[in-house]
């Protein structure tokens, strides 16, 4: 069964509204999450790293007062797209380590969330 | 600039059919390869990988890693319908565990 929530699955919103994305650990805790984003026809690229109780790393590129990552517990990280443009619009997933991390645990993706911004 | 190219990025077979998908990287830092299914939504994991020349296995899924030639290979055998989807790559990478690079996959479709 699935081992990261993701809510919602699709949001639909106008252009320069906010939208709150929420990842969930099922049954396990995470400290790391990790936050990808998918548009049509491309690859998964990773925006960021959250971290529990601390700030996100953000990738190269990424706008971080745009892109607000929030991971206030250890199941819990929450993506914040603020001032949506129609540009935004994508498939948002996020990842967690199932076990403590290391070598040999891989991740575990949600179900993503696509943002339709209008 | 870290790269992770996968081919072909498109492949049509019959059910039956014997299918071998490629990937090559060159990141800093490599730590594993990883394969992953990608149907309508989230990835599911397939395999991963981190010693050279050790097979793994699933059923008819199978992968290797030549940390020589900086590749791997995914086999599936005897591909049924519900073997169709997105098949990607990504290489683990860097001081944090979980950063992963992606190939922009290749869209696998089996025909009946």
């Known amino acids: 069964g699935a081992v990261v929530s993701q809510h919602p699955s699709w949001v639909i919103c106008k252009s320069g509204t906010s939208v709150k994305i929420e990842c969930r650990s099922l049954d396990f805790q995470a400290t790391t999450m990790f936050w990808y984003r998918q548009f049509p026809k491309q690859s998964l690229m990773l925006m960021a790293t959250s971290n529990e109780g601390s700030k996100a790393t953000y990738e190269q590129g990424v706008e971080k007062d745009k892109f607000l990552i929030n991971h206030a517990s250890l199941t819990l990280s929450t993506l914040t797209v603020t001032s949506a443009h129609p540009e935004d619009s994508s498939f948002y997933i996020c990842s967690a380590f199932r076990d403590r991390g290391g070598y040999n645990s891989p991740l575990h993706f949600g179900n993503g969330t696509r943002l339709t911004v209008t | 600039e870290d790269k992770v190219v996968q081919s072909p990025l498109s492949l049509v077979v019959h059910e039956g059919d014997t299918v071998t998908l490629n990937c090559s990287y060159e990141v800093t830092n490599f730590r594993s390869l990883l394969w992953y299914k990608q149907e309508k939504k989230a990835p599911t994991f397939l395999f991963m990988l981190?010693?050279?020349?050790i097979e793994k296995k699933s059923g008819r899924l199978s992968s290797i890693l030549d940390k020589k030639e900086l590749s791997s290979i995914l086999n599936i055998t005897a591909t049924q319908t519900g073997d169709s989807a997105i098949y990607l790559c990504a290489a683990d990478r860097g001081s944090t565990l979980g950063r992963l690079y992606f190939g922009r996959g290749t869209q696998l479709t089996v025909w009946p």
């Open positions: 981190t010693s050279s020349g």
